[in-house]
């Protein structure tokens, strides 16, 4: 079993390291997050963290301080901008293969870590620059800790002592405390609202279950305050209070444009973890543990498997709900459900490997959505080499027209990862129908981590030239030039990164819009607008537009001095 390890280990480096450099940063979330931490490097202010040498206030630091490291090591670039997320899906699936066999047995803790490396979006988030994987591990894991704690206190073992008890409890509120210092509270009112919601399930009886509830607590607000605390400490109550309302505003309005219906996250869910998401449909509500399985377990193995059961549904369901009445709606905020819905799916399929329960729904579905999944994506280069045939649709959206008159190169071997998924897909199906349910297993999510790092390496520097390609390359043109760049009209981090910005120096104003455009800012400025929106750009005095390409337009502006 101790190879086990060693095997999880080394494919999850296999597929989430390799060509991590390979395409520019996206734009905003990974973007912003490489930038304050190329900030944090420049000005050596690694307490508080800045935005175009402001302060950033939305964020805290302890991500930041991870992708600091990684650029000492490695410099300033996409590959240690995204190397945190990489170690952590390496973490996270080792974690997750030992839970498993803890739980159940060797062959569930592989369908689990599996599940996580044949996922779209829980493999693909690994290969980001985001903050949202740590963010969930560190929440999981201060989670479990309580759950754990909760487990050795009724039922503790011989001769073991409070410590070795309560290191579960008192370890996972530190744990949930650097949650906290890695994205903010949201952290601790999910975990809050999930213990809330299984204590009220037991109508609010369970033994000891608020004092232990307040030295988690206690736990966890002792970490967070390492930042925090010192913060206002340092520099007053300033950058904390705009913090907290910030976390408000993107709970009670839909922030910078990113709204959405109710049924968002739902549907984020159920085709971004395609395949493990088809299996886990079946156990997201009730107690389906079978007599046999129980039979075949030990009295306290089995309340540890029904029990880990009811707090990943408790926990999904809190997730998914609280996000849908979130009124921001991005894909990632609901990225936590991945860790219920990863266990619930290996779940399903370890249930039907020892006593062969087999949902047939999961099977068409696993059929339908792969089939569509994998349909697109294969069809996808085809329509890269017919853009006239989106046009029409898009006649009312100046800047997508341009943007599909970009001269990108598609040819049939990108279709390769669709139809690979479309062949998992059947051959998944098949061996669920003939209730071989581990080489069901085995086929689909292979082919699901398979279809995730052919897409990443074969189509997504071709995709991303059309959403930003244009406008970075003339970004990286300015690289040494002593000039600003600013983007006029849509909200950019890009061209801090990929400029390579210096700080300006005590007078920070000198480089907003309003002296840019009118003042005399001392030097040559560049403006890009989209050219759907060029604002007052070609009216500007000594302004003139360069050149245009994929949807952008590009101006220069010499002030005389």
């Known amino acids: 079993m101790r190879f086990d390890y060693l095997r999880i280990a080394g494919l999850a480096l296999l597929f989430f390291v390799p060509f991590l450099g390979g395409v520019h940063l996206f734009d905003w979330d990974e973007v912003n ?13 690694y307490f508080q963290p800045q935005i175009d040498f402001e302060p950033f206030w939305e964020k805290p630091p302890l991500f930041l301080w991870m992708q600091v490291l990684a650029m000492k090591i490695f410099g300033v670039g996409e590959f240690a901008a995204r190397l945190p997320n990489a170690i952590c899906g390496i973490l996270t699936v080792t974690l997750v293969y030992h839970l498993g066999r803890r739980l159940h047995d060797r062959s569930f803790g592989w369908l689990w870590a599996l599940a996580w490396m044949g996922s779209l979006l829980p493999h693909l988030y690994f ?6 994987p740590w963010f969930n591990l560190l929440i999981f894991c201060g989670l479990y800790g309580f759950i754990e704690f909760r487990w050795q206190f009724f039922c503790p073992g011989e001769n073991q002592s409070n410590w070795k008890r309560y290191r579960y409890l008192l370890g996972g509120g530190a744990l949930l405390g650097l949650a906290i210092l890695t994205k903010g509270p949201t952290a601790y009112l999910i975990v809050m609202l999930v213990l809330g919601v299984y204590w009220a399930r037991y109508r609010f009886k369970n033994k000891g279950f608020f004092k232990h509830l307040v030295l988690f607590s206690l736990s966890a607000l002792a970490v967070a305050l390492l930042w925090f605390g010192l913060e206002v400490w340092v520099d007053g109550p300033w950058f904390v209070q705009e913090f907290i309302q910030y976390q408000i505003r993107l709970f009670s309005t ?4 990113h709204g959405g219906f109710w049924g968002y996250h739902a549907l984020v869910l159920l085709v971004g973890c395609f395949p493990v998401s088809v299996f886990a449909l079946y156990n997201l ?10 039979l075949e377990s030990d009295t306290l193995t089995s309340c540890k498997r029904s029990d880990m059961a009811t707090w990943m549904q408790i926990l999904f369901w809190v997730v998914l709900i609280l996000f849908s009445v979130v009124k921001t709606k ?9 860790f219920p819905i990863t266990y619930l799916g290996a779940l399903t399929l370890w249930r039907a490997m020892h006593w062969e329960k087999i949902p047939q729904l999961a099977g068409a579905l696993l059929l339908v959505l792969g089939l569509l999944l994998g349909g697109a994506v294969a069809a996808f280069p085809l329509v890269g080499m017919h853009p006239e045939w989106l046009k029409p649709l898009f006649a009312q959206d100046g800047f997508a027209v341009e943007l599909l008159g970009l001269p990108v190169d598609w040819y049939w071997w990108h279709s390769l990862p669709g139809i690979i998924l479309v062949g998992a897909s059947i051959a998944g199906w098949w061996f669920w129908h003939k209730r071989q349910a581990w080489l069901s297993a085995q086929t689909i999510f292979a082919g699901g981590a398979v279809f995730v790092s052919f897409t990443l390496f074969l189509s997504i520097r071709n995709i991303e030239r059309y959403s930003q390609g244009s406008a970075i390359e003339f970004y990286e043109s300015k690289v040494g030039e002593t000039c600003f760049v600013k983007p006029v009209g849509f909200k950019s981090y890009a061209h ?31 403006f890009i607008a989209k050219c759907t929106n060029l604002d007052e750009l070609p009216q500007l005095a000594d302004c003139r537009e360069i050149y245009r390409k994929g949807g952008f337009v590009f101006f220069e502006r010499v002030v005389k001095k």
């Open 33 to 45: 997050f490489a930038e304050c931490s190329r900030e944090m490097l420049l000005t050596g202010n």
């Open 127 to 132: 290969r980001s620059g985001i903050i949202d």
């Open 254 to 257: 839909p922030d910078s444009g």
């Open 285 to 294: 509500w009730g107690d389906r543990q079978t007599e046999d399985e129980m």
């Open 330 to 338: 991005i894909v990632h905020y609901s990225s936590l459900a991945y």
């Open 496 to 526: 801090l990164f990929y400029t390579g910005k210096a700080p300006v120096g005590a007078d920070t104003s000198i480089d907003d819009y309003p002296t840019l455009a009118h003042g005399t800012p001392g030097r040559k400025v560049y």
